[in-house]
Structures are given as structure tokens and as C-alpha cells.
């Protein structure tokens, strides 16, 4: 079983910065990709960045590529989300999620823990 809590959702002008981290528990955090996602309303979940274990692998969406940074810590089972130059359609609620997989799935349905989001609003 992993918990996993996300922070650092915020409100932040077009342009600006945010870094989202997701504590995870448990003690084979190093064991789970790592993947985080967006919805914004009316809209479907989707893929945003994903890591892998030992953060060999990593992958973006085409929309956040060059702007976004995703790293993990597995000392300290966190993973964060840099994201920088914030778009008005990056305004959405950010997810984290774990799958005990060895590569990085996009889909969401191949991740089994998720967090309970936080809201990120970019203003112009």
C-alpha cells in the first residue's frame, strides 16, 4: 500500500513558477514509476511527466516539454514537479500517482495509488 500527498498547488501569474512535490509511504518507493497528471475542467485526466524508478527514464507531454523538470528523491520518497514559464492552460488540478512498474506508463489505468490532488491556477 502507498499514501501518496501532493503540495505546492498555488495561485501564480502567467509566466511564473511552481514546484509540486508528492510524499509518498511505504518502503519501496524506489519500486514505483512515478507519474504526474492533470485535469482541468471539462476536461480528461491527463499525462503530464513520468519518472521511473531509478529516474533512468523520463517522459513529458509534448505541451510541458522544456518546461517542466520532474525528479525524484528515493531517500526521501518524494517526488517534485518543476514547472516554470506557467501557461493559462497549465491552470488545472495536478495529480500524482504510483505504479509498481519498471517502465513509465502514460495511461492512466496503469497506475494503482493516487494522490488527491492540488489545484494549480495560473492568471494572466
Known amino acids: 500500500q502507498v499514501q501518496l500527498v501532493e503540495s505546492g498547488g498555488e495561485l501564480v501569474q502567467a509566466g511564473g513558477s511552481l514546484r509540486l512535490s508528492c510524499a509518498a509511504s511505504g518502503r519501496t518507493f524506489s519500486n514505483y514509476a512515478m507519474g504526474w497528471f492533470r485535469q482541468a475542467p471539462g476536461k480528461e485526466r491527463e499525462f503530464v511527466s513520468g519518472?521511473?524508478?531509478?529516474?533512468?527514464?523520463?517522459y513529458y507531454v509534448d505541451s510541458v516539454q522544456g518546461r517542466f523538470t520532474i525528479s525524484r528523491d528515493n531517500a526521501k520518497n518524494t517526488v517534485s514537479l518543476q514547472m516554470n514559464s506557467l501557461k493559462l492552460e497549465d491552470t488545472a488540478v495536478y495529480y500524482c500517482?504510483?505504479?509498481?512498474?519498471?517502465?513509465?506508463?502514460?495511461?492512466?489505468?496503469?497506475?494503482?495509488?493516487w494522490g488527491q490532488g492540488t489545484q494549480v491556477t495560473v492568471s494572466s
Open positions: 519518472i521511473s524508478g531509478s529516474s533512468i527514464t523520463i
Open positions: 500517482a504510483a505504479a509498481r512498474t519498471s517502465y513509465v506508463p502514460s495511461a492512466d489505468g496503469a497506475y494503482t495509488y
